[in-house]
């Protein structure tokens, strides 16, 4: 079942199968591997070390016949005020530009029968998955009856404008993403080309994904209201806005793919308080909720046995330092560091010791190999003893190290993420780090700082969740310049050389063995130090069919959702 | 008196006109750069930055960007948002009212509760409903409006599963639900304001009680009730009254964390998102009319001591 559900595992062997499937889904603070589901009232199972849901616990209401019709009501964490997709990376904008813009391509995930990490994509406004001649074109047939919102029909011309926009508007922020299109052609009304300039085989998973890949008309995309208006070819017409509290959609009559939408109206409400989310969901206010830790998640549970839910690996955290400097320049600094982090003590503190322990870069990936599967497993082991060892090796007998830790503030990442922090700094000054601690507004300073790399000693983050394989390279590359979150300073030959050739391998299965070798090797250099994962759940109306959380962003798939008012 | 007026509304200007340059400076020096807040990314180059810098005008020297958006204040344009690219001042406009309206629920929730607190309290001076009522409202002093709302969203919800209807309806769309929305908020906020109230309704209310006017009252042969309402809480209100003039203004500061909690589109909801995101032209409107709002209600207090006390007229 788990196979069946995974794309990369489902077509194993042709080349343009690989390429349609290295699509995929979302970056960010979207959970993801499914660890139980139903509507049972019973305690949670135990986050396994498995990290993709198997569909044999999956809703299985798919077989009904739909009723269209009604209101559906969605708590977010927040509502972006921003939702222009050419000017912002934001997934909380990404969450919504998915019910009124369209891509080329979808991700399928977001229903039963698919599972929520399941990253494969299904076409769009794209007629069918892209023809390719050579490794370097790719020519998508876009479907003659999509129009936007407007009632202007979608034309090859649209997307070509959409595309250029990304790559040359001077303020869009998707420049870097996209820079692997050498050019764009329209050689009639619904064909658009696009040639890379070198064989990427994420070429697709770029193209129908959330950065970069929404299709906004000309006429919106330049006009004063495209920051706070959406208006594009999706299932749903964007009706009004209550600035930071909701967003209001009424079913687009227009939409190419019938029958969707099911639903006649749509609300999504931003609560920025936990406890009203919650709140909301148990009072029964709203349909479907979500990302909730394992206390509120058990208290909704006994409140709400008639509930539906959906346990998920959360994305966790992970510790960058500056490898370009000393004492991290020294890998059994590195390797100390995550020895001496109890990992099982933290997630007891945040989690109730629910989560996946042990994580590497990829999180949540059928493919990414477990941590104890690999030969460095050991520095992720408990192990002060052995920590201090490496730390006298690198340092000197009875030598200690005085640095700092950068971290954004509770507004982005909620407390869970500042009592990592907290925990991780005691650990480690047990095994003779001492560390400063540099908590930053997340807007004022965090993100100008920190995250831009400017820091010394340490920062921490939370993971983004990558939905194409070459993320890796953002991560560790120097070429052409330090990779827009190589936080680590990673300047390291041997990783380009293998970042380089995963990247034009077709054949998923040569791809994997160098992800392999990329693997152990930033697991030997402990490049970044990684905390386990948390549990986070959602939970829905058991009236509403047909629907599924996701690890991917979009709330597109929520036109697939029916309520069912027998 | 004349005179005591214009005094009073001229210094009142000053005191904007040094809240005005204080704002705006104080956003311009907060570390950080207005791009990577516009552009909502870190990932961002020279030339996108020099291309908003220009558009904003904040490549111009400081003072010169100071006058440009006093001469706006003046003529009702506060500059548009960073964040949204929408007026200030529109952005204002359209949450007033709901503010407004919760301050005005709270004052409603905080002088029911107060007034007929601090009177009991007062005649029964001494008394077990005397220490109770004291206790009470010592222990509404002593909670944090914020934790309050937090403990009527849960308890409820867990309990009863109920809760407010989620969002926000306007009051002339559908009273009731609009009702419903904010009558938690409301109590949140005007708990700790009628604490106060009620203390001073009590002090003021045991020193009218004493005058000979009221002693003359009683032995008139006039009623306890009619004694109360119509000779002493009368007279005791004037300093209840001033109290709650100002008072008024921590109300509205209050719905900053309030609106948030309770997921309301007002001002104090926009102040905090706007204060998060670094929105410089958003706070600053913002300050600017928190500012004015609290600036005309003293202003207001002052000349009622006028008005009430000719000794401070002449002086």
């Known amino acids: 079942m788990e196979d069946r559900n995974n794309y990369w595992l489902r077509h194993k062997t042709s080349r343009r199968t690989a390429l349609r499937g290295a699509a995929v889904a979302g970056v960010g603070a979207g959970a993801f591997a499914l660890v139980g589901c139903g509507d049972d009232d019973g305690g949670p199972e135990p986050t396994k070390q498995g990290l993709l849901p198997t569909a044999a616990t999956s809703p299985t209401a798919a077989a009904k016949t739909p009723k269209p019709g009604g209101t559906l009501t969605v708590t977010l964490p927040a509502i972006n005020p921003v939702l222009d997709p050419y000017t912002v990376t934001s997934f909380q904008t990404a969450y919504v530009n998915g019910l009124s813009y369209s891509k080329l391509l979808r991700f399928r995930a977001g229903v039963p029968e698919v599972a929520p990490a399941d990253n494969s994509m299904e076409p769009d406004l794209a007629e069918k998955l892209p023809e390719q001649a050579d490794p370097l074109t790719y020519t998508f047939k876009i479907k003659a009856n999509a129009k936007f919102h407007n009632g202007r029909q979608v034309t090859s011309e649209d997307i070509r404008y959409a595309f250029d926009r990304y790559l040359n508007f001077e303020k869009s922020v998707h420049k870097t993403g996209l820079s692997f299109i050498d050019k764009m052609e329209t050689p009639d009304n619904q064909t658009f080309k696009i040639t890379t300039k070198l064989p990427y085989a994420d070429t697709t998973a770029y193209l129908g994904g959330n950065l970069g890949a929404w299709i906004s008309p000309k006429e919106h995309a330049e006009s004063p209201e495209a920051t706070t208006k959406m208006l594009g070819s999706g299932p749903f017409l964007h009706t009004e806005t209550q600035a930071g509290v909701s967003l209001s959609f009424k079913k687009n009559p227009d939409y190419f793919d019938k029958p969707y939408p099911y639903f006649d109206e749509l609300k999504m409400f931003g609560v920025t308080d936990p406890a009203k989310r919650v709140a909301d969901f148990q009072s029964r206010q709203v349909d479907l909720t979500w990302l909730m830790l394992p206390d509120p998640r058990d208290s909704t549970k006994k409140a709400r046995p008639d509930a539906k839910f959906e346990e998920t690996q959360g994305i966790g955290g992970y510790i960058y330092l500056r490898t370009d400097k000393p004492p991290f320049q020294d890998k059994r600094v590195r390797q100390a560091i995550s020895m001496g982090l109890n990992r099982k003590l933290i997630r007891e503190a945040i989690s109730k010791g629910e989560g996946v322990p042990d994580q590497l870069y990829h999180v949540g990936y059928p493919f990414a190999r477990q941590v104890k599967d690999l030969p460095q497993a050991k520095y992720w082991d408990y192990n002060p003893t052995e920590a201090k060892k490496l730390l006298a090796a690198a340092l000197g007998d009875g030598k200690t190290i005085d640095t700092t830790w950068s971290h954004a503030d509770i507004t982005a990442y909620g407390q869970e993420y500042l009592d990592t922090a907290t925990l991780a700094q005691n650990q480690l000054k047990d095994i003779g780090i001492n560390i400063t601690d540099n908590n930053q507004p997340y807007a004022t300073s965090y993100l100008t700082t920190t995250y831009q790399g400017n820091y010394e000693g340490m920062g921490h983050s939370p993971r983004a969740v990558a939905y194409w394989l070459d993320y890796v390279t953002e991560r560790f590359t120097m070429k052409p310049k330090r990779g827009r979150i190589n936080l680590s300073y990673v300047n390291d030959p041997k990783l380009e050389d293998l970042m380089d050739k995963q990247r034009g391998q077709f054949k998923l299965e040569e791809r994997l063995q160098t992800i392999k070798q990329i693997e152990e090797l930033v697991a030997e250099e402990q490049y970044e130090i990684y905390f386990s994962t948390d549990t986070r759940t959602y939970f829905w109306n058991p009236d509403i069919q047909n629907y599924r959380p996701t690890a991917w962003f979009p709330y597109t798939h929520l036109m697939k959702a029916w309520r069912d008012k027998a | ?315």
């Open chain 2, 1 to 315: 008196m004349g005179q005591y007026v214009v005094k009073r509304i001229l210094f009142s200007l000053l005191v904007l006109l040094a809240i005005s340059v204080i704002v705006f400076s104080a956003v311009r020096v907060i570390p950080g750069n207005v791009c990577h807040i516009v552009l909502q990314t870190p990932d961002v180059t020279k030339e996108q930055c020099t291309v908003i810098d220009k558009e904003l005008g904040i490549d111009q020297p400081m003072v010169t960007q100071y006058f440009k958006y006093m001469g706006g204040v003046l003529t009702g344009d506060f500059g548009k948002s960073l964040i949204t690219k929408r007026a200030v001042g529109a952005e204002m406009k359209d949450r007033i009212p709901l503010t407004i309206e919760l301050t005005l629920l709270s004052t409603f929730f905080a002088l029911v509760i107060a007034i007929p607190i601090g009177v009991v309290s007062a005649v029964r001076q001494d008394s077990l409903s005397d220490y109770g009522l004291r206790f009470l409202t010592i222990g509404w002093l002593s909670i944090p409006s914020f934790w309050l709302g937090t403990m009527l969203i849960v308890f409820p919800s867990k309990w009863w599963h109920y809760g407010p209807p989620v969002g926000y309806v306007n009051i002339w769309e559908d009273p009731l639900r609009n009702l419903e929305q904010l009558y938690l908020p409301a109590i949140s906020l005007g708990l700790a304001l009628s604490a106060s109230l009620a203390r001073v309704t009590r002090s003021s209310m045991l020193e009218v009680l004493r005058q000979d006017y009221i002693r003359t009252a009683r032995a008139k042969g006039l009623g306890g009730a009619v004694v109360v309402v119509r000779h002493a809480l009368r007279n005791a209100m004037i300093p209840v009254t001033t109290l709650f003039a100002l008072q008024v203004g921590v109300l509205f500061g209050g719905t900053v964390v309030l609106e948030s909690i309770f997921s309301l589109p007002g001002l104090g909801g926009l102040t905090l998102s706007a204060v998060r995101a670094k929105d410089y032209s958003q706070v600053q409107g913002l300050v600017l009319l928190f500012a004015t709002v609290l600036v005309v209600l003293n202003l207001l207090v002052d000349l009622s001591y006028a008005w009430i006390d000719p000794r401070i007229r002449y002086s």
